[in-house]
């Protein structure tokens, strides 16, 4: 299940958020939540924008270093047999020779782009939006958070899954 999570992650993010938009609508309309006032709202959005940028610094952090320890990766060396080539390569390295890397990076890049793509909706809106539309503000806020929280999630999940792989390592020596 999580495979197939982590192969329409975005997708599967977008309908996680729509549901829980859907929810709060029904939820508002039958009286049984409201919307904050205004003050509260404005105050939110600036919040969750700077928590997207921040997010997505750490991931874009996180990036960088598996990037930088591919750079410094040296070549698969083939030996007579194949099996003798994989006894002196270390199991981390053999991830970053794997397409499991290449899925790896995939997932944190979409993720970047989406903390990103969630400040700076936040902050146009912030700087373009009337007063009419406080609504929009609300909204905002319900899927900037739950956005953030999935790809942190998804994140902490592909972190997980590379010490898993380091930790299998050290256990190998």
């Not at 029904?26 to 006032?37: D, M, R």
């Not at 047999?81 to 020779?97: A, G, P």
Request: hydrophobic letters at 50%; one cysteine or more.
């Amino acid at each position: 299940m999580l495979n197939k999570y982590f192969q329409f992650a975005v997708i599967s993010d977008l309908i996680i958020t729509t549901f829980l938009c859907i929810l709060c609508y029904f939820l508002i309309e039958a009286e049984v939540i409201t919307v904050p006032k205004e003050e509260i709202l404005m105050s939110t959005v600036s919040d969750v924008a700077n928590i997207g940028f921040t997010s997505a610094g750490f991931v874009l952090t996180f990036l960088t270093l598996l990037v930088s320890f591919k750079s410094s990766l040296k070549p698969l060396k083939k030996k007579k047999s194949l099996e003798d080539t994989y006894s002196r390569v270390s199991v981390f390295n053999l991830f970053l020779s794997s397409p499991l890397y290449i899925e790896t990076i995939r997932q944190l890049k979409n993720g970047v782009k989406i903390l990103i793509l969630v400040a700076i909706v936040g902050y146009t809106l912030k700087i373009c939006l009337n007063e009419e539309y406080l609504n929009f503000f609300f909204y905002y806020n319900i899927i900037g958070v739950c956005l953030i929280s999935l790809v942190l999630w998804r994140s902490l999940l592909v972190l997980s899954g590379v010490l898993k792989v380091q930790n299998t390592n050290e256990h190998l020596e």
